[in-house]
């Protein structure tokens, strides 16, 4: 959509707009391992997405394709589910999918911080867990490039 001309952006700016989530805003998890609900069925999701996309492994290493984990999940609960919006995807490689792709070190402590639990599966592929990041807090964590190093910025 094209922003108005009374928001005070350039005329023809582009914008996304997504529809108004009704109800109580929450963060149930992020980018760094904090969750709210350790053993919520949000934290069994995001390790579901990195064992649904890990499990085609034999074909990602002729095609190029690795692992990928959904998290940084928030919006709002409803008695039967959840609205969820703006969510992370996280990569093998740093800002692959945007600055709040923390790469493959994401990943790792992503599994460093969880435990499996009634919402997974035993056989769900996970990688071996490293803390990076030793005590998460609620927030996402950006990731920019300076030179040839990369930084990480906690909002």
């Not at 579901?48 to 492994?57: G, L, V």
């Not at 290493?61 to 995807?89: E, W």
Request: proline content about 6%; some cysteine; glycine content about 10%.
């Amino acid at each position: 959509m094209r922003a108005p001309k009374e928001s005070g952006y350039a005329h023809n700016t582009l914008c996304t707009v997504e529809p108004y989530l009704n109800g109580r805003f929450e963060r149930f998890t992020n980018n760094t391992g904090w969750k709210r609900d350790p053993k919520g069925s949000l934290e069994g999701f995001s390790h579901f997405t990195y064992h649904h996309t890990a499990s085609w492994w034999p074909w990602n290493r002729l095609t190029g394709k690795y692992p990928k984990l959904v998290c940084d999940l928030q919006g709002v609960r409803h008695s039967n589910g959840y609205t969820l919006t703006d969510p992370v995807i996280l990569s093998n490689k740093v800002g692959q999918h945007g600055a709040t792709d923390l790469g493959y070190t994401g990943l790792q402590n992503f599994f460093g911080h969880h435990e499996c639990h009634t919402w997974c599966s035993s056989f769900w592929c996970k990688l071996q867990g490293v803390q990076v990041i030793p005590n998460p807090k609620p927030g996402t964590c950006f990731t920019f490039q300076v030179g040839t190093d990369w930084n990480v910025w906690m909002l």
